[in-house]
């Protein structure tokens, strides 16, 4: 028997930042996001010779453990082993497993596409479907997010867990410790259009989204009104980019990009540098209408929104800075999970 899971990547187009608490605690938060065909893949090979065995295909590394119910952490698969052992202190009656999980994903860990809790979920999604655990999509992405905020102390938001389990257009709404996904209906010819339109373009670096999220935590928590305040006007733009997916607005797109980006970078330090401001700068020369950062910042993936045939100017440019312009499409499917049998 062979289990598998996939799920996708998401790109948020405005209002990332304020799903992080304490700001979603305290004033609410508001994200549109969107799926992309780029997935995150786990598949669990059970086995009977009481090992554990977890392969990443994306480090070239194998850890073997003993079966046990609580396995012990080591920096370097944390995510894996902290998932292992939720699932069987909370859904196995502490009974261990035996297997081998292997864990890969379409882009580079620190991205800015919502990695670890893309991934978080994917491997998620493998163990119920090997245990058949009645998990709903919320429950699935409150447990991802649970396990990496509380149970590993990751820092981060609320947004990507939910956005890889239920896929496709959304606009998430956070009060709290309460999360509600409205699913978008958007018509195919404007998502098209959007996908040929917005360039995802890898730096070629990768970052830390950590180091940035504790500073913007630590700017709410000591109540700095220049960072609050730009939190406030992402998620206006959230509103915003909402009602421009809903009328097929495509032009106000890349202008509520380039709103979102100026606030962006208000809310911590370390979100842009001298690389990134150059990379932006070359793209507006180039043709582009606006743009931004995904994710955290400080490096990864950046988008990049053109109107009619500037595209191609815009690829040129930025290919000639050395990084990779990333083909996608946008997918209207979250997490899904099949067995081989």
Do not use: C
């Amino acid at each position: 028997m062979i289990i598998r899971s996939k799920a996708p990547f998401r790109l948020g187009l405005a209002g990332g930042g304020t799903d992080v608490s304490p700001y979603s605690d305290q004033f609410g938060g508001a994200i549109l996001n969107a799926t992309i065909n780029l997935f995150a893949r786990t598949t669990i090979v059970p086995t009977t010779n009481n090992k554990i065995v977890f392969h990443s295909v994306d480090n070239d590394e194998t850890y073997e453990f003993e079966t046990l119910p609580k396995l012990p952490l080591n920096d370097k698969i944390d995510l894996q082993i902290g998932i292992y052992n939720r699932i069987i202190k909370d859904f196995n009656n502490g009974v261990p497993l035996s297997f081998e999980l292997t864990t890969s994903m379409d882009v580079p860990t620190g991205s800015g596409l919502g990695t670890s809790s893309t991934l978080a979920v994917s491997v998620i999604g493998a163990f119920v479907e090997w245990l058949q655990l009645p998990l709903g999509e919320y429950d699935i992405a409150q447990l991802a997010y649970d396990i990496e905020r509380n149970d590993l102390k990751m820092a981060g938001g609320k947004q990507d867990q939910y956005a890889a389990t239920f896929g496709g257009v959304n606009f998430m709404e956070f009060y709290g410790d309460r999360v509600v996904v409205n699913p978008l209906r958007i018509k195919k010819s404007f998502l098209n259009e959007i996908a040929f339109d917005l360039i995802l373009y890898y730096t070629k670096t990768s970052r830390e989204s950590a180091k940035i999220i504790e500073k913007q935590i630590e700017n709410v928590k000591k109540s700095d009104s220049k960072p609050i305040e730009a939190m406030h006007a992402l998620k206006k733009q959230a509103f915003s980019m909402k009602e421009a997916f809903l009328k097929s607005e495509v032009t106000k797109i890349g202008q509520v990009l380039h709103q979102s980006w100026v606030n962006k970078k208000q809310m911590a330090s370390g979100i842009s540098n001298k690389s990134i401001d150059h990379i932006y700068d070359t793209a507006l020369k180039a043709g582009a209408v606006g743009g931004k950062i995904s994710g955290a910042g400080g490096g990864g993936f950046m988008m990049f929104f053109t109107e009619k045939t500037n595209r191609y100017k815009v690829v040129k440019a930025l290919e000639k800075l050395g990084g990779e312009i990333k083909q996608y499409e946008f997918t209207h499917n979250g997490l899904f999970t099949w067995t081989l049998r």
